[in-house]
C-alpha cells in the first residue's frame, strides 16, 4: 500500500513563477512529513519539513503547508529558479522508517 | 569529505552471483539506513540499524538480502543470487537519533546494480 502519493509526475513552470508539487498520505500517526530534492547522479538532500502539530513552515523561498484534515501537504517555492530543476520527494515518518512519494520532476524554464 | 560514503558506485552482476555493498555514514550518526530506489519511484525502505542492532527490516527484504552493521560504524548490504528484478540504486543513509525521529536523514550518493 502506498501510504504516500505524489499524483504529478512531473511539473513544469516558468522562472520568476510560484512552483507548487503537492502530495497525499494515509497514516494519521505520521509526526513528521519533509521534502526532499534529487539531481541526477546524487542522493536525496533534505529541504524542509514540518511538524504534524503545524500547518506552516517557512524557510527561505520554501514553504510547507500541511492541511490534516485532508491528508494533505504541499511545497511551494517562490520566486522558482532553474537551479530549482530537480525530482521532489515528499516523505513521512512516525519516528522510525521514513516513506518517500514517487516523486515529482521540477522542471523550471528561464 | 565527511558525508555518507558507498562503495562501490556502480556493479554489474551476473544473475545468480552474489553481490555487497558497503556503506560509510556519518560519523557518530548511530542510525543508518538502506534504501531501493527504481527509475520513476520513490526510495523504498529497506531496512535500519540503531547503533549495530537492526530495528526494523522492511517484508519487501527476502531472504536473498542481508545487511549488518557489526560495529556501529559501517554498514553492508548482500544480496545473495541476484535476480534481474534486483537491479536498482540502493541508496544508503545515516542520521543522528534526533533526525532519525524526524526524519531528517543524510543520503549517500547510492550504489547502481545492474543485473544481466
Known amino acids: 500500500d502506498q501510504q504516500v502519493k505524489q499524483n504529478s509526475p512531473s511539473l513544469s513552470v516558468q522562472e520568476g513563477r510560484i512552483s507548487i508539487l503537492n502530495c497525499d498520505y494515509t497514516?494519521?500517526?505520521?509526526?513528521?512529513f519533509l521534502w526532499y530534492k534529487k539531481y541526477p547522479a546524487e542522493g536525496p538532500t533534505f529541504l524542509i519539513s514540518i511538524s504534524s502539530i503545524k500547518d506552516k513552515n517557512e524557510d527561505g523561498r520554501f514553504t510547507v503547508f500541511l492541511n490534516k484534515s485532508a491528508k494533505h501537504l504541499s511545497l511551494h517555492i517562490v520566486p522558482s529558479q532553474p537551479g530549482d530543476s530537480a525530482v521532489y520527494f515528499c516523505a513521512a515518518t512516525g519516528g522510525g522508517k521514513l516513506i518517500f512519494g514517487q516523486g515529482t520532476e521540477l522542471s523550471v524554464k528561464p | 569529505d565527511t558525508g555518507v560514503s558507498q562503495d562501490p558506485r556502480h556493479k554489474i552482476t551476473k544473475r545468480g552471483q552474489n553481490v555487497t555493498f558497503r556503506c560509510d555514514p556519518i560519523?557518530?550518526?548511530?542510525?543508518l539506513y538502506w534504501y531501493r530506489q527504481t527509475l520513476g519511484q520513490g526510495p523504498e525502505f529497506l531496512t535500519y540499524f540503531q547503533n549495530e542492532a537492526q530495528l526494523e527490516k522492511s517484508r519487501l527484504l527476502s531472504d536473498r538480502f542481508s545487511a549488518e552493521r557489526p560495529k556501529g560504524s559501517f554498514s553492508t548490504l548482500e544480496i545473495q543470487r541476484t535476480e534481474q528484478g534486483d537491479s536498482a540504486m540502493y541508496l544508503c543513509?545515516?542520521?543522528?537519533?534526533?533526525?532519525?525521529?524526524?526524519?531528517?536523514?543524510?543520503f549517500g550518493e547510492g550504489s547502481r546494480l545492474t543485473v544481466l
Open positions: 497514516n494519521s500517526m505520521f509526526d513528521y
Open positions: 543513509a545515516s542520521s543522528p537519533s534526533s533526525g532519525g525521529l524526524t526524519g531528517e536523514l543524510f
Open positions: 560519523s557518530e550518526h548511530n542510525r
